[in-house]
Each structure stands twice: as C-alpha cells, then as structure tokens.
C-alpha cells in the first residue's frame, strides 16, 4: 500500500493541471477578445512611443 500513497500526490496535481490548462484554453477568445486585444494593442504603442534619450559621456 506505500506504492498507493506515493502516487496519489502526483496524481492529484497532474488532474488538477490538466483542469487548469483546460480551463485556460476555453476561456481564451469569447466576448471579451476585441476588448482585451485593443488594450493590448494601447499598452503597446504607449510603450512604442515613449523615446528614451541618449547618455553621453557619463563614462
């Protein structure tokens, strides 16, 4: 019985990461998609447009 014990653990977790990576899956997409996507594509072009100036002689 000590195989039993020592398998149920593993067991467990990889059930639960599968639920979870399931879970992930089919909640990708859906109503909230374009949504999600535009402020993406914000963050991203905040980031873009922001010029960081160049050091010189600091050196």
Do not use: C, H, W
């Amino acid at each position: 019985m000590d195989y039993v014990s020592a398998l149920v653990p593993p067991v467990v977790m990889a059930v639960f990461f599968v639920g979870l990576i399931v879970t992930i899956v089919k909640t990708q997409g859906g109503a909230n998609k374009a949504k999600e996507d535009a402020a993406v594509d914000a963050a991203i072009a905040r980031a873009e447009s922001v010029q960081q100036t160049p050091r010189t002689g600091d050196a």
